[in-house]
């Protein structure tokens, strides 16, 4: 009976050590490399996940790519603080009205633009938190002096 318990230990023990090491793996993976993180978490339908790796891919990179990345993502997700955070950072970016026009034209013959379409989530978004201030002021940055087209 003793040798039973000295092999229950040691396979838990060893399973316990398997399991650790890939919690710390995981973890390692997601502070250094996070965009990759963000695509894996994304791809297995952890989109909240998915949001805060491409936010800390952002932070690093400064890359518009992953703000858009993360806005886009938490606006599948129909999460508001998110939409309007990642949004709020999205819209800051330097390279935005660059990267909306990019979006705008790989998408075709559509109604209304890309940038359009943020500041309307983002907008949307503040409101449904009840920011409606907030909401406003989004809405008329995104149209300027006058109302667009859509």
């Given at each position: 009976m003793?040798?039973?318990?000295?092999i229950l230990r040691a396979v838990l023990?060893?399973?316990?050590?398997?399991?650790?090491?890939?919690?710390?793996?995981?973890?390692?993976?997601?502070?250094?490399?996070?965009?990759?993180?963000?695509?894996?978490?994304?791809d297995l339908g952890m989109d909240s996940?998915?949001?805060?790796?491409?936010k800390r891919a952002y932070s690093r990179t400064q890359d518009e790519y992953y703000i858009a990345f993360a806005t886009e993502v938490a606006?599948?997700?129909?999460?508001?603080?998110?939409?309007?955070?990642?949004?709020?950072?999205?819209i800051a970016d330097e390279?935005?009205?660059e990267y909306c026009a990019a979006r705008t034209a790989?998408?075709?013959?559509v109604e209304g633009t890309y940038e359009q379409y943020v500041y309307g989530q983002v907008s949307v978004a503040k409101y449904r938190l009840g920011d409606k201030t907030g909401a406003v002021e989004t809405a008329f940055a995104g149209i300027g002096e006058s109302f667009p087209k859509n």
């Open positions: 003793e040798v039973d318990k000295v023990s060893t399973l316990a050590a398997i399991a650790g090491l890939i919690l710390f793996m995981i973890l390692t993976l997601t502070f250094v490399f996070p965009s990759t993180m963000m695509k894996i978490t994304y996940a998915s949001v805060s790796n491409a606006i599948g997700a129909d999460d508001d603080e998110e939409i309007a955070e990642c949004g709020d950072l999205f390279q935005f009205s790989e998408l075709g013959d």
